[in-house]
């Protein structure tokens, strides 16, 4: 692939890999990522899942979902990243148009130990009454995500797969790859987005 088509995301003080410095090299995170990143064939995204779903949130806002993405999660990937194959992989997202990489969690609001009300996986009940928490993960394969209880000390319970995990409750936080949401919301959903995202190699 030609260089002049690929650059490194980095955001904050991150360091770029010694194999990567030839590359452009676009900073900021969240909100303040650059336009810029929807001007390159691929991008090498070098941070944690926030990192990561930050880059994808903004390509699926800017209808650019053909744009390919590695997240090099470990230096020495870096290289084989720049002429890795690129698969498409389910993309989830969530009501707001925000994507996630890692995990997204539904824990109790400030007061509660539990979370309270009813959760679905596609036609499957994942729980109706109280529980300490419920995680979802994205899958790499079909239908796409997955979702499971909390119990204990945040211990899965069983997973269920689906293309979408919807929640009703009197109140609950939204944890996005670690990043908490400011209000307490009382429904919530993730699903497949119709399109998949472009992924590098296994990072």
């Known amino acids: 692939m030609d260089p002049s088509s690929i650059a490194v995301v980095r955001p904050g003080a991150r360091r770029v890999p010694r194999s990567l410095r030839d590359l452009p090299v676009l900073p900021g995170t969240g909100s303040d990522l650059s336009d810029d990143i929807t001007g390159y ?17 903004k390509l699926l806002r800017a209808d650019r979902l053909d744009i390919e993405v590695a997240h090099l999660r470990r230096p020495w990937a870096a290289r084989a990243a720049r002429t890795a194959p690129a698969g498409r992989v389910p993309l989830i997202r969530d009501e707001t148009g925000t994507v996630i990489a890692g995990a997204a969690l539904w824990l109790p609001p400030d007061g509660a130990r539990t979370v309270r009300g009813e959760a679905i996986v596609d036609d499957e009940r994942l729980f109706d009454g109280d529980v300490t928490g419920v995680r979802i993960e994205p899958t790499t394969a079909m239908p796409g995500l997955r979702a499971t209880v909390l119990t204990g000390p945040m211990r899965p319970k069983r997973w269920i797969s689906g293309r979408a995990a919807q929640l009703g409750t009197s109140g609950a936080v939204v944890v996005r790859d670690g990043e908490p949401a400011k209000r307490p919301v009382r429904r919530s959903t993730f699903y497949r987005h119709t399109q998949g995202w472009l992924r590098v190699g296994r990072g």
């Open 41 to 57: 064939r691929r991008l090498l995204v070098v941070g944690s899942d926030r990192d990561l779903s930050a880059v994808l949130t």
